[in-house]
């Protein structure tokens, strides 16, 4: 049988007297040799593997961190099971608990680094409730595994284009996709906005070391959109990206496999940070990494009414990256449409607040005229100003996703109509029949206004 091999490095956490007095156990019980010289194997692993976890985490190192963690918490509780059946009076299981208090207590640490200290804490609890009756448990699985020796890093390495990653999702422009800023109907204001504080530090950056030099004027940590559903948070985004000519990938955090896991999402949200800077470093490009419904990553850790150490652990993993992101030639910009429920460090390091409500009439314009336009029988409205007009003012107060729905049901009562070109008057049911879609968005602006000091509010 192959198992991990790691080095010996460095002393850390587990309670030496103990682990020695059932090391010299192990060794003396001559009736089990091939058994307890395996157990003193998986033990000098699992030893070593906490060593180079702080070791991971002292550097920073979450490709390690991540790789050295799983290993420690399946070896673990497994071990100290087997120990307190073997060997009930040395109590194992309860002066390892205590150690690791102990431990966490003095690093007094309260950043996402020492996050294994209380899984590991958790899992030997855990198993202390659920421990069988004298039973010896079964070996992990893992440790069948053949030719592991190392971690393996996904992200690209020095002077490699790596296009694929599990941990995140590139955007690919289709043929929809928005083209730039000339995709974006109205909207004036959010667009000198973006292209002040986004696009001129990225073309000028000789300008914008100018500007922070003479005027104190930085680009934000983070640009936060929020405001009802449906407003085209995702479409200005990808624009954006249009516009600039940077890529931008969407972390994939709670949808990515092991999410489920202990510690899984805050996991995934490393492992993605960390392909998305070695990317724009091997590549020499800023690049924008978007969080879309950004309250499921960063739930609210105040009152508990909506948060779990899952949730806690997931915030406590981002916020250093919002710190440190815009260093690393990220720009980083979130989404959502319940503002209230994120996480108010988060909000804080978002430092750009801007309000994406209703579209007016030349952002309706143009969604209808891009969602008309991806059937043959609707480009000669979409061509046709006056008639476009008329629904373009029947359709006030939907949101873009609501119009992108409203020319679908217009399209079924054309091609019913003896298959015709759509038509403005195609319109007018779908629009009578579906008032209930319209956002409330005088709820959103009274429930979920950001505060006025310091936030940026405008409307768009």
Same mark, same amino acid.
């Given at each position: 049988?192959? +198992?991990?091999?790691?080095?010996?490095?460095?002393?850390? =956490?587990?309670?030496?007297?103990?682990?020695?007095?059932?090391k010299s156990?192990? #060794?003396?019980?001559?009736?089990?040799?091939?058994?307890?010289?395996? $157990?003193l194997?998986?033990?000098?692993?699992?030893?070593?593997?906490?060593?180079?976890?702080?070791?991971?985490?002292?550097?920073?190192?979450?490709?390690s961190?991540?790789?050295?963690?799983?290993?420690?918490?399946?070896?673990?509780?497994?071990? *100290?099971?087997?120990?307190?059946?073997?060997?009930?009076k @040395?109590?194992?299981? !309860?002066?390892?608990?205590?150690?690791?208090? !102990?431990?966490l207590?003095? @690093?007094?640490?309260?950043?996402?680094?020492?996050?294994?200290?209380?899984?590991? +804490?958790?899992?030997?609890?855990?198993?202390? +409730?659920?421990?069988?009756?004298?039973?010896?448990?079964?070996?992990?699985?893992?440790?069948?595994?053949?030719?592991?020796?190392?971690?393996?890093?996904?992200?690209?390495a020095?002077?490699?284009?790596?296009?694929?990653?599990?941990?995140?999702?590139?955007?690919?422009?289709?043929?929809?996709?928005?083209?730039?800023?000339?995709? %974006?109907?109205?909207?004036k204001?959010l #667009?000198?906005?973006?292209?002040?504080?986004?696009? @001129?530090?990225?073309?000028?950056?000789?300008?914008? /070391?100018?500007?922070?030099?003479?005027?104190?004027?930085?680009?934000?940590?983070?640009?936060?959109?929020?405001?009802?559903?449906?407003?085209?948070?995702?479409?200005?985004?990808?624009?954006?990206?249009?516009?600039?000519?940077?890529p931008?990938?969407?972390? /994939?955090?709670?949808?990515?496999?092991?999410a489920s896991?202990?510690?899984?999402?805050?996991?995934?949200?490393?492992m993605a940070?960390?392909?998305i800077?070695?990317?724009?470093?091997?590549?020499?490009?800023?690049?924008?990494?978007f969080?879309?419904?950004?309250?499921? @990553?960063?739930?609210?850790?105040e009152?508990?009414?909506?948060?779990? /150490?899952?949730?806690?652990k997931?915030?406590?993993?981002? %916020?250093? $990256?919002?710190?440190?992101?815009?260093?690393?030639?990220?720009?980083?910009?979130?989404?959502?449409?319940?503002y209230?429920?994120?996480?108010?460090?988060v909000?804080?390091?978002?430092?750009?607040?801007?309000? +994406?409500?209703?579209?007016d009439?030349d952002?309706?314009?143009?969604?209808?005229?891009?969602?008309l336009s991806?059937?043959? /029988?609707?480009k000669?409205? *979409?061509?046709d100003?006056?008639a476009?007009?008329?629904v373009?003012?029947?359709?006030? =107060?939907?949101?873009?996703?609501?119009?992108?729905?409203?020319?679908?049901?217009?399209?079924?009562?054309a091609?019913?109509?003896?298959?015709?070109?759509?038509?403005?008057?195609?319109?007018i049911?779908?629009v009578?029949?579906?008032?209930?879609? #319209?956002?409330?968005e005088?709820?959103?602006?009274d429930?979920?206004?950001?505060?006025s000091?310091?936030?940026?509010? #405008?409307?768009?």
């Amino acid at each position: 049988m192959r +198992i991990y091999s790691i080095s010996n490095n460095i002393n850390f =956490g587990y309670n030496r007297d103990l682990n020695e007095k059932v090391k010299s156990r192990l #060794k003396n019980d001559t009736k089990n040799q091939e058994v307890n010289a395996q $157990i003193l194997q998986l033990n000098e692993i699992c030893n070593n593997a906490e060593d180079k976890l702080k070791e991971a985490s002292l550097k920073n190192d979450w490709v390690s961190m991540s790789y050295y963690e799983d290993m420690f918490n399946t070896l673990k509780p497994y071990l *100290a099971n087997q120990f307190v059946v073997m060997y009930p009076k @040395l109590n194992y299981r !309860q002066k390892e608990i205590e150690t690791y208090k !102990q431990e966490l207590t003095e @690093l007094n640490n309260e950043s996402s680094e020492y996050e294994w200290l209380e899984n590991v +804490i958790e899992n030997l609890q855990i198993d202390e +409730i659920f421990a069988g009756e004298g039973e010896i448990p079964e070996a992990p699985d893992i440790f069948m595994l053949s030719d592991v020796n190392e971690p393996v890093n996904d992200a690209p390495a020095e002077n490699e284009t790596q296009e694929v990653s599990d941990y995140v999702e590139k955007f690919e422009p289709n043929a929809f996709s928005p083209k730039g800023f000339d995709s %974006l109907g109205g909207m004036k204001e959010l #667009k000198e906005t973006l292209t002040d504080k986004i696009i @001129l530090p990225l073309k000028n950056p000789e300008l914008a /070391k100018l500007d922070e030099i003479e005027y104190g004027k930085k680009a934000p940590r983070g640009f936060l959109f929020y405001g009802p559903p449906g407003c085209g948070k995702t479409y200005i985004t990808q624009a954006l990206a249009a516009e600039a000519g940077v890529p931008m990938f969407k972390p /994939k955090v709670i949808d990515n496999e092991g999410a489920s896991y202990v510690n899984g999402a805050a996991t995934n949200m490393k492992m993605a940070y960390e392909y998305i800077k070695n990317y724009a470093k091997n590549n020499n490009t800023p690049v924008i990494m978007f969080f879309d419904e950004m309250e499921s @990553l960063a739930a609210n850790r105040e009152g508990g009414s909506t948060g779990s /150490k899952e949730d806690d652990k997931l915030v406590s993993t981002l %916020l250093p $990256i919002l710190e440190e992101a815009r260093g690393n030639n990220i720009i980083v910009i979130g989404a959502t449409n319940k503002y209230e429920l994120l996480d108010d460090a988060v909000k804080s390091r978002m430092e750009d607040k801007t309000y +994406i409500g209703l579209p007016d009439d030349d952002t309706r314009e143009r969604v209808l005229k891009i969602h008309l336009s991806k059937f043959s /029988k609707g480009k000669a409205l *979409a061509e046709d100003a006056e008639a476009l007009a008329k629904v373009v003012k029947i359709t006030h =107060g939907f949101s873009n996703r609501d119009i992108s729905i409203l020319v679908d049901k217009a399209a079924t009562i054309a091609r019913k109509n003896g298959r015709r070109d759509i038509k403005a008057e195609d319109f007018i049911k779908p629009v009578k029949e579906n008032q209930n879609m #319209k956002v409330k968005e005088q709820w959103y602006k009274d429930n979920q206004s950001v505060p006025s000091a310091g936030f940026n509010t #405008k409307s768009v």
